[in-house]
């Protein structure tokens, strides 16, 4: 698992207390053998049976080379970019102009892939109703909810999801 977010847990640099691991992460544990490194790595560990990126910012072109090499001699990739991610507390927190925002630009446009980072998905049908600051319910068609009717059943990542709710998605 490549990701430079603090998914495994540990202190908030903003409230200075224990954060937990994240519950996606807890539970692939039970399940595989996951090793967790950061972008600072240039080459793959060898024995990389799957490989999943989440959130990846700056990453180099040598270890960009290396996810190239993985998926073209037949790796298993799973990817999660980001155009805005609002989970980076310290980023909200310093309200930087930046894009906060995920990139494998060079990979994704390589392999014939297109990923726009500057927008996100609104649809008003898959909307999900949200409590407002007044304490009433709003729909808000940038946090979505993907029933099973919109799931590929085909496709292994999501043929056993009933649902997928989420905010900011990219397209």
């Known amino acids: 698992l490549l990701t430079d977010?603090?998914?495994?847990?540990?202190?908030?640099?903003?409230?200075?207390?224990m954060d937990p691991a994240w519950t996606f992460y807890t539970q692939l544990q039970q399940l595989n053998e996951v090793e967790l490194v950061g972008s600072d790595i240039s080459t793959l560990p060898l024995d990389t049976d799957l490989l999943v990126i989440v959130h990846p910012q700056s990453l180099s072109d040598t270890l960009l080379y290396a996810i190239d090499q993985y998926a073209l001699n037949g790796g298993k990739l799973l990817a999660f970019v980001d155009p805005h991610?609002?989970?980076?507390?310290?980023?909200?927190?310093?309200?930087?102009?930046?894009p906060n925002s995920s990139s494998l630009d060079k990979l994704l446009?390589?392999?014939g892939i297109?990923?726009?980072n500057k927008h996100v998905l609104l649809d008003a049908m898959a909307g999900l109703?949200?409590?407002t600051q007044a304490g009433g319910v709003?729909?808000?068609f940038g946090f979505v909810g993907l029933g099973?009717?919109?799931?590929?059943r085909e496709d292994i990542t999501t043929s056993n999801l009933e649902i997928i709710n989420g905010a900011s998605f990219g397209t």
């Open 129 to 131: 109703d949200i409590r």
């Open 109 to 111: 446009s390589a392999w």
């Open 148 to 152: 099973a009717e919109q799931l590929d």
């Open 85 to 98: 991610n609002e989970s980076d507390q310290m980023a909200m927190m310093a309200g930087s102009m930046e």
């Open 138 to 140: 709003t729909r808000h």
């Open 5 to 17: 977010l603090n998914i495994a847990g540990g202190q908030n640099p903003l409230t200075g207390q």
């Open 114 to 116: 297109e990923f726009d």
